[in-house]
């Protein structure tokens, strides 16, 4: 819908793989303007969000594996939510989960509610 009403459009993904076709047409794909969700490079990551109006953050990781946990997801998710503010992006919105508490006994959810408490004071 973006696309359609003539927005630009940024994807910051950690995949190098390119965007999936589905459900953009091969025309969408190519005014998709892929950059690096690369969280070491927070000077990279602002030039990305310069002129965006709004950040639609759907990261997360699912599972706690290799080393990394979700409390380490919600760092980053704070990190990127205050360079966002910097570059100028006006709005984010951020894909939570329902009655998420940072006391829950659920790793995931409890990291879910700390990037929103992050976002919320960005």
């Not at 704070?78 to 894909?95: H, K, P, W, Y």
């Not at 829950?104 to 409890?110: D, E």
Request: some cysteine; glycine content about 6%; charged content about 25%.
């Amino acid at each position: 819908r973006l696309l359609d009403e003539g927005h630009s459009v940024v994807s910051l993904s950690r995949r190098t793989a390119p965007l999936a076709p589905a459900p953009l047409t091969a025309d969408d794909v190519k005014r998709v303007i892929p950059k690096p969700l690369d969280f070491k490079d927070e000077a990279g990551l602002g030039a990305a969000l310069e002129g965006c109006d709004v950040l639609f953050c759907t990261y997360w990781i699912r599972f706690a594996i290799g080393g990394d946990t979700h409390d380490a997801a919600a760092e980053r998710c704070a990190r990127l939510f205050s360079i966002a503010r910097q570059a100028g992006v006006q709005r984010v919105v951020f894909t939570s989960h329902t009655q998420a508490k940072v006391d829950s006994p659920y790793a995931y959810i409890a990291g879910k509610a700390k990037a929103v408490a992050a976002l919320r004071a960005a």
